[in-house]
């Protein structure tokens, strides 16, 4: 038991709070808008997937490797459609602050229905599920070797550390969802810090959430999950769906 | 005023007069004394001072020199150059000749009969370069030849024997050809102002040139350059070349890869000045040019496969006459870059064969894969060896790195990009495969019997002499150098 | 030089840059240039391979853009879609050779490939924006380029040193013998990760800033006119950012193979650690990656001005701010990876300090970890390099088409005792397969042919001479020149 | 055109034929003797044609260039290589690379490429000669085919003999005969060059036991 095995759930936690901070839930821009940018948010999500997969690696057993393993493979096959995403966006808005892209749609709500939009909203939705762990990519309910990947990695820790991982993987989830939520359909942001208008942007964030949570609870509850080797394949789907929004949000401009 | 011309005499005899003088002693002295072979290499020095002096009245834009009856001799900057590289070379080879100082293993006779006509040969050579009339000029190489064919028999093994009957044969024909295209030049001349006595000097054919006829030019060139590019190697005509350097005894190999090409060469660019004048359009440059490309393939993919390493330098000897015909065909800029590259290759080849013989002599064969571990059997000779290859292969900081880059950069100013992209990627597998072949020479474990140590001590010293002045032409380029190339440009490309 | 070069033809210049990017980028080792790479570096000691792939490979780039940019003074856009396209490919491919790699060095070595391939991305992208005189945006890649040569040459020389002292330690370089060794060498455990961090392009370390920049001036790629022309960012980002996934993914792979878990070998076991020397100078090079990730806003100006004036590029650089913010025609954007990691730092305080207010219960209780019911556990059942990089390799397979071989040789009394499987696994080397072996083939090919020229025969050798004199009196008659013909 | 120029160009003509002929018959003949004839002959036609030429153009020159050629090419030299063949043997050019009948079509070819090649020179010569000259342009390239085509040393060297007389033709009918002093230089070669020649065949006989330069293959590549 070495000391990064102590340290990573702190670090993974750390750098998810982070991230929490930076994504505009219920106002935009942030005050620290400018500390990070989207993409900063990502790298950071995959600083922290890189800690966990280490402190999987540590214990030695079968299953931390597996789970490594497999985690580090979705993560990196996901990043480019998530670049692509966020290339869309950042074409609407002219930068990939999220601020900036809030506004940008927000200034421009026809933009929300034009193709590029609505692609790239659909690849980030396969990516998040792909990211968080969902079904068809990970089945967090599980236990079964064949079927587990974050489960695997967290599989040595208990107490506080697993507290801290579940916590952050809860978070990585309303992160994500949050994302979807306000950088597509950026309705009930606040854009000023009064009380009033936060307000509403908690109601609206809330509504919105409970809308994907329920998408995703629907979805978990038709689909099986998906054979490893099958995964690519899924997240080819949103890469392809994810270039198609930027070309069409290139040639439409 | 008087004795001014005396010492212009002074200066062509003191060039042409002590070969004849040492070929002479040669072949009274007998049997042969090692006394002999020092005379001659020290009356060598003063052909070269000759030269020298020739150079620097040349550089000091004196005008040509003419001398003799019927102004026989004549000397401009270009001939200049050409003494200076022929006497330097010949003086380093008199210098590093058998039975000079050195033990050997050619009998007196032998070494007689070496002495006798190595010095014909650079007679004839030094007559070649100084010669006015064109003729003249084509009688001096025909008699190289001869001479350079006798040599390369000298010990009368089956292949020397073979070797000398292919090289007589083919340099035959084809300087019997160059002299076909001289009585074109001639009869064009003829035809155009009717028969006069010196009509074949230089200096008049240049100045009527301009009124001949280009067809019939034309084909005379063709005839000189198929005839003086045999001479030269110039590719398709070089076949003669890998089997005499090979089976010639090493300071004739060196004298012929360093001097007689640069004399062929100056042959060649003698006419082409002509020609030009002659022929409005760019013909000649053309024919340079594919002839130059077709050089450099055959040569670059000869070199791959090539198992001797004599016959490796031979044919990165026929690389090199595809490179300074292409500098030939490329305007005044690669004329410069031609020349200077004769220079380079001309201090590089006659150092090389002298190295491969001593090579030869430790190792008892010319195979490259019976050569191995040079670097311990000889340092100086295999570190030498190796740094004269590196500089024949184009690497800085030599000679030849320089005057390739200001070929290359020519051709680019000459809008032959793609011509020349051909050229470097042959260069490159010339490149590659000299250094493959080096490395198998270099390293590795010599073969138990080779005795460690140097052949001959104090030779390394000369050649050291030389390698040094390769890499300081690399370094700079010296002015009084740049200003006779500069002036011979200006000849060239009036 | 740059005189000489205003006055070339086009058809000079795009052959001087085509040669020019053959030469150096096989000094780079940029993808099909790369093969002497992975064979050069690892056989170098340890510190000669850092310094090689640290400053040596760089030398390419200088050339590069020394020749493109200054020399020439950038070109028509197909240069920079070459350079991006060499890019894109090598830092792909050079990553996923790496990701098969099981020798740490070869491993190191394929990354430099890799980064060489992100380093061109940024030039690349920046000449496509030179060409079309969109100079802020052709700044911002240059420095994106550049700013990663300095940081790959930070932590890969780092990395070369962290195997170096590992070699040193285990005296081998095959990752599945080590394992364990964090406890054995902590400096160099925690140096090697803050460089696998950095490399991974992870914030708040050095290699994620430049890879942002490249995002960045890639982002810029809308600005470009031709529809056709700026697709080639989108699908460049792509492939950026697979590459830095699959980077994270190969180095939580070395990192955790080499130093976690239990040691696979009694090298691993017995290894002790780095001399103090090389401690010293990986603890160098880890602060200076730590800096470059950290104040990049005292980097860039300082890039910015080095680039300026090159190929007619202004003095344009992003504001110089604690926050690395852009103010560039269509992307401004900005992040301040030093704020991000006060800002972690202190969430970090606060967790701490939270769970010590909240009294959370500190007694630690270290267990057996669980492997379904055996009873104790060994080396052998730890998770390989192999098996980590199987499903990628999977993944691939197009492209490592790995060939296998299973030999089971039972036990002779019975079939149902199995007495050894041995399984062996190679990628194929694509380009020495497909790309290298022809061309050596063609030239031997033809050296061949040649060689037949010299045949022995004087009377061929007569031939071709009389051949040469017809054919050139023949073009003497009737053929022009083609020298008065000007390419 | 006065009729004296009209007889000069019609000998001029007949001579260059005749030399060309014999270069033709020689192609024909097997035996090495008949080689030796026939470029005696031809050599003597070469030494008359200057003569004629000197004759006409009223340069004396060139009888002593005839008279020299007859010493040289129809005396010693022919008279050595009658010797050369008595010593080393191999009287018949053994089989040819190239048989009788295609040896002289081949020659045909060339007379015709010839005429073709030098259509500029007869264009461009006011002299009444000049209908000869591409039948020594021809006779240098039999020449050229003969070293070619015929396996025995000697027969090349006969070969050369023969494309040098091609090339003194040449420079007879083309331009009255080269300065004389250059003749001079150039017959003091081709003797030497014989000389050395003969020297070789010598030689090869001696280490090769033939003269049969097939056998010379030994260094390729």
Known sequence: MVWLFRFAPYLIFATTVAVTMLTPLVAAPLPFDAVGDLLTVVYLMLLGTFFLALAGLDPGTAFGGMGASREMTVAAIAEPTIALAIFGLAVGAGSTNLGQIVAQTLSHPGAVINPGHLLGFAALFIVTLAETGRLPVDNPATHLELTMIHEAMALEYSGRYLALIEWAAGLKLLVFFSLLANLFLPWGVATTLTPGALAIAVIALIVKLAALGLAVALIETRIAKLRLFRVPELLGVSFVLALLSVTSSFLLR | ?494 | MRLNAAALSSGSRNVIFVLALFGFGSKAGIVPLHVWLPMAHPVAPSHVSALMSGVVIKMGIYGLVRVTLDLLGGGPVWWGGVVLGAGALSALLGVLYALMEHDLKRLLAYHSVENIGIILIGIGSGLIFHSYGLTSLAALGFIGGLYHTLNHASFKGLLFLGAGSVLHATHTRNMEEMGGLIKRMPVTALCFLIGAIAISGLPPLNGFVSEWLVFQSLLGGFNIPKPEVAVMMPIAVGMLALTSGLAAACFVKAFGITFLAIPRSREAEQASEAPLSMRVGMAILALACIALGLAPFIVVPALGRVLAGLGGLPDTHPAFTLELSLATPGSASSVSPALLAVGSLITLGLILLALRVLRANRKLRVGDSWGCGRIGQTPRMEYTATSFAEPLRRVFAELYRPTKELTIDFHPGSKYFVQSIEYKSEITPWFEKYVYEPCLWLVRLLAANVRRLQSGSLHLYLVYVAIALVILLLSARWCGSFASRRI | ?221
């Open chain 2, 1 to 494: 005023m008087i004795h001014w011309e005396l010492i212009e005499r002074m200066k062509f005899l003191l060039l042409l007069l002590p070969s004849f003088v040492s070929a002479l002693g040669a072949y009274l002295v007998r049997p042969y004394r090692a006394m002999v072979g020092w005379l001659n290499a020290l009356l060598s020095l003063l052909s070269l001072g000759a030269a020298l002096a020739f150079a620097s009245h040349a550089a000091h834009g004196g005008e040509a020199l003419v001398f003799g009856p019927g102004e026989l001799l004549r000397a401009d900057s270009l001939s200049a150059l050409l003494m200076v590289c022929v006497a330097a070379a010949s003086t380093l080879t008199l210098f590093l000749s058998p039975g000079v100082g050195t033990e050997t293993n050619y009998m007196q006779a032998q070494l007689r009969r070496y002495q006798l006509l190595i010095n014909l040969f650079i007679f004839s050579m030094l007559l070649a370069v100084s010669a006015n009339s064109v003729a003249i000029m084509w009688v001096a190489l025909e008699a190289t030849t001869i001479f350079s064919a006798l040599l390369i028999t000298l010990t009368r093994s089956k292949t020397s024997v073979e070797a000398s009957w292919k090289y007589i044969l083919i340099s035959s024909v084809g300087i019997a050809l160059a002299f076909a295209g001289t009585v074109l030049g001639y009869f064009d001349f003829v035809a155009l102002t009717g028969r006069a006595e010196n009509a074949l000097n230089w200096p008049v054919l240049l100045q009527n040139a301009p009124a001949m006829h280009p067809e019939v030019m034309k084909l005379a060139f063709v005839f000189l350059l198929v005839g003086y590019g045999t001479k030269a190697g110039i590719a398709p005509m070089h076949t003669w070349k890998p089997d005499a350097y090979g089976e010639a005894p090493p300071p004739l190999a060196a004298l012929m890869s360093s001097s007689l090409f640069a004399v062929a060469i100056y042959a060649i660019l003698r006419w082409k000045v002509v020609a030009d004048a002659a022929i409005k359009d760019h013909y000649t440059d053309s024919l340079l040019l594919a002839l130059g490309l077709a050089s450099l393939a055959i040569a670059a993919f000869s070199v791959v496969l090539s198992r001797n390493y004599k016959r490796m330098l031979a044919y990165s000897s026929v690389e090199h006459t595809g490179l300074i015909c292409f500098g030939l065909g490329l305007g005044a800029a690669g004329v410069f870059a031609a020349l200077l590259h004769l220079v380079n290759h001309t201090t590089a080849k006659s150092l090389m064969f002298f190295l491969a013989g001593d090579i030869e002599r430790k190792y008892g064969s010319s195979a490259i894969k019976q050569a191995p571990g040079l670097l311990k059997a000889a340092p100086w000779t295999g570190g030498l060896f190796a740094a004269g290859l590196l500089a024949l292969a184009g690497l800085p900081p030599f000679g030849l790195f320089i005057s390739e880059f200001a070929l290359f950069r020519a051709g680019f100013a000459q809008h032959h990009p793609w011509l020349m992209g051909a050229a470097l990627l042959l260069l490159l597998v010339v490149f590659v495969s000299l250094i493959t072949h080096l490395n198998r020479m270099l390293y590795g474990d010599a073969p138990a019997e080779i005795a460690v140590g140097e052949t001959v001590g104090w030779r390394v010293a000369p050649m050291l002499l030389g390698l040094l002045v390769l890499v300081a032409l690399g370094l700079t380029l010296p002015a009084p150098l740049e200003t006779l190339l500069n002036q011979i440009v200006r000849i060239v490309s009036r």
């Open chain 4, 1 to 221: 055109m006065n009729v004296n120029d009209m007889l000069f160009a019609q000998l001029a003509t007949l001579g260059s034929s005749l030399v060309l002929l014999f270069g033709i018959a020689l192609l024909w003949r097997r035996s090495l003797s008949a080689y030796v004839r026939a470029f005696r002959w031809q050599s003597l036609a070469l030494a008359l044609t200057f003569a004629l030429i000197g004759y006409f153009s009223h340069n004396h020159e060139l009888y002593i260039v005839a008279i020299i050629l007859v010493v040289l090419k129809v005396i010693i030299i022919p008279g050595y290589l009658t010797r050369l063949y008595e010593r080393v043997g191999g009287r018949r050019e053994a089989q040819p690379y190239v048989n009788i009948v295609t040896s002289l079509i081949v020659a045909g070819l060339l007379v015709s490429l010839s005429y073709a090649i030098t259509r500029p020179l007869v264009m461009v010569s006011k002299l009444p000669t000049r209908n000869g000259i591409p039948l020594a342009v021809g006779l240098i390239l039999i020449g050229i085919f003969v070293i070619i085509s015929r396996r025995k040393a000697l027969s090349q060297i006969i070969g050369f003999l023969v494309l040098e007389n091609g090339i003194a033709l040449l420079a007879a009918l083309g331009t009255y005969g080269i300065p004389l002093i250059v003749e001079l230089g150039v017959f003091l070669d081709v003797l030497m060059g014989f000389l050395v020649m003969q020297i070789l065949v010598y030689q090869i006989k001696d280490t090769f036991e033939s003269i049969d330069v097939e056998h010379l293959s030994q260094l390729k590549h």
